[in-house]
């Protein structure tokens, strides 16, 4: 089951920047994702909520937003959603 592979690989990440309660919580959710109780549907939703709050741009749609170069946009931190580089724009 892929979902069995992506949960073990979640729970090997280093939670040091999460506070204990978005641990305990973000191990709940992968839980219940891993044991089948979410649809797809339910995960779509749920993706769209946190995108909506997170607003994670493209390094060139962040550059262009913010009036600055690719490289300079390149120095704002990054992550990575969805095997995507974004940069995350909620300020």
Same mark, same amino acid.
């Given at each position: $089951?892929?979902?069995?592979?992506?949960?073990?690989?979640?729970? =090997?990440?280093?939670?040091?920047?999460?506070?204990?309660?978005?641990?305990?919580?973000?191990? =709940?959710?992968?839980?219940?994702?891993?044991?089948?109780?979410?649809?797809?549907?339910? $995960? %779509?939703?749920?993706?769209?909520? %946190?995108?909506?709050?997170?607003?994670?741009?493209?390094?060139?749609?962040?550059?262009?937003?913010?009036?600055?170069?690719?490289?300079?946009?390149? =120095?704002?931190?990054?992550?990575?959603?969805?095997?995507?580089?974004?940069?995350?724009?909620?300020?």
């Amino acid at each position: $089951m892929a979902l069995t592979c992506k949960y073990t690989q979640f729970k =090997k990440l280093n939670h040091m920047q999460l506070s204990e309660y978005e641990q305990k919580a973000i191990n =709940k959710l992968g839980e219940s994702i891993h044991l089948g109780k979410w649809s797809n549907q339910g $995960m %779509v939703q749920l993706i769209e909520l %946190v995108g909506d709050y997170l607003n994670p741009l493209a390094i060139q749609e962040y550059a262009d937003a913010h009036g600055i170069s690719y490289q300079g946009a390149r =120095k704002h931190r990054q992550t990575e959603i969805l095997r995507q580089k974004r940069i995350i724009d909620n300020d």
